[in-house]
């Protein structure tokens, strides 16, 4: 059961519609990110820019005040100039369109995450903030799009 104690939803823009996956080119000079749909209730991965990082991996799903650890897909796209709100838009219109429920909102320094339930599968995405420099010269550089799911 998912408890939700808090949800800060975020606004979306009606007019931006999902943007279809491309096709296939040769794999060798861009290699296809894991298929999303190992279940059919998951959304078409996003593809408004390059996928970088595709790996499987453990990991932590947040769910009210537990903390829920799963085998699942992460991936991280190459680095944007500008904060993705498309991405952010197209993921929370998806998953809401689908009956999932917003767990997790988190807006920090370091970046946005947001997980969305249904049933036992989770879908987390959220941009990641990358900064250069240190100290009182630290300053924003570029943003990195991330998502995983179980």
Not at 51 to 63: G, M, V
Not at 65 to 82: D, F, H, M, P, W
Request: proline content about 6%; glycine content about 4%; overall charge negative.
């Amino acid at each position: 059961m998912i408890d939700v104690k808090e949800v800060t939803p975020f606004d979306t823009d009606s007019n931006i519609s999902p943007i279809p996956n491309p096709p296939s080119t040769d794999s060798s000079s861009n290699p296809e990110p894991a298929d999303l749909n190992t279940t059919t209730q998951l959304p078409k991965l996003y593809s408004g820019f390059q996928w970088e990082t595709d790996q499987k991996k453990t990991l932590l799903f947040t769910s009210g005040k537990r903390r829920i650890e799963q085998e699942g897909v992460y991936l991280e796209s190459a680095s944007l100039t500008e904060f993705p709100q498309e991405f952010i838009n197209y993921y929370t219109k998806e998953l809401t369109s689908s009956s999932f429920k917003q767990t997790l909102n988190s807006i920090s320094a370091a970046g946005t995450t947001i997980t969305y339930a249904k049933d036992d599968i989770f879908f987390t995405f959220g941009v990641e903030n990358v900064y250069k420099g240190s100290g009182d010269s630290k300053t924003l550089s570029s943003y990195k799009a991330f998502l995983e799911h179980n």
